[in-house]
């Protein structure tokens, strides 16, 4: 089993929709979790920030941690064709490297 | 502003040459990271520093070096490029905390 499970899409949605995006992982020490957002030839950008578990929200993002359940989600409300990107999560335990999964490929048509 | 930048962007190299990726940050930090992203493989650790005259490897390590001799650099070497190592490579640095920030990317064709 992989330490972080992340399915690959491709994921295509219709302008407006509300996408969920989601990783499971097996390490229980993972404590820091992050989305990055990476635009075709482009390098990764950090979008979201968590520590721990909880929601935080930043304009249409959404970041979900469930450390019960080894769960993370990020939501994008009111899509845009701007966010088609792929989407990848990545998490820590604290110094160590992060563990990054294999990314989403999202696709939002207007 | 502070920036993390690599060079050369695009790169062909033939098999069995030498060739060296270059990585420059800004930001002071004493974290950095290469890693490699093939398509379905996502992104590979391959080495890593957390100072200077620190390095450790990473997921994929083998045929590459990387060494520390400066806050700034971690340049990337490929011994003996292989068709292999054809991929998109990115550099990415962090400070306290666990957040990385990546470079551009260097794209290298090995032939």
């Known amino acids: 089993q992989k330490e972080v499970e992340q399915d690959p899409g491709p994921l295509s949605v219709p302008e407006g929709a509300i996408v969920s995006l989601n990783c499971t992982y097996s390490n229980s020490a993972f404590q820091y979790f992050m989305w990055y957002r990476q635009y075709s030839r482009k390098g990764p950008e950090l979008l979201m920030y968590t520590y721990s578990s909880g929601n935080k929200e930043d304009g249409r993002f959404t970041a979900q941690v469930d450390?019960?359940?080894?769960?993370?989600?990020?939501?994008?409300?009111?899509?845009?064709?701007?966010d088609s990107a792929t989407?990848?999560?990545?998490?820590?335990?604290?110094n160590t490297p992060l563990v990054f999964g294999k990314g989403t490929r999202l696709s939002v048509i207007a | 502003d502070a920036e993390i930048t690599q060079s050369p962007r695009h790169k062909i190299t033939e098999t069995g040459r030498q060739v060296t990726l270059a990585c420059h940050q800004t930001w002071n930090h004493n974290n950095m990271f290469w890693y490699r992203q093939d398509l379905g493989h996502g992104l590979r650790l391959i080495h890593y520093s957390?100072?200077?005259?620190?390095?450790?490897?990473?997921?994929?390590?083998?045929?590459?070096?990387?060494?520390?001799?400066?806050t700034e650099d971690l340049p990337l070497t490929l011994e003996s490029a292989a068709s292999s190592q054809t991929?998109?490579?990115?550099?990415a640095s962090s400070g306290p905390g666990e957040t990385q920030y990546f470079g551009p990317g260097t794209r290298l064709t090995v032939l």
């Open chain 2, 87 to 91: 991929s998109v490579y990115f550099c």
């Open chain 1, 87 to 94: 989407y990848l999560c990545a998490m820590s335990a604290g």
């Open chain 1, 67 to 82: 450390k019960s359940s080894k769960y993370i989600s990020l939501f994008i409300r009111d899509s845009q064709p701007s």
């Open chain 2, 50 to 70: 957390y100072g200077v005259q620190d390095t450790n490897k990473g997921e994929v390590s083998d045929g590459y070096s990387v060494s520390r001799s400066n």
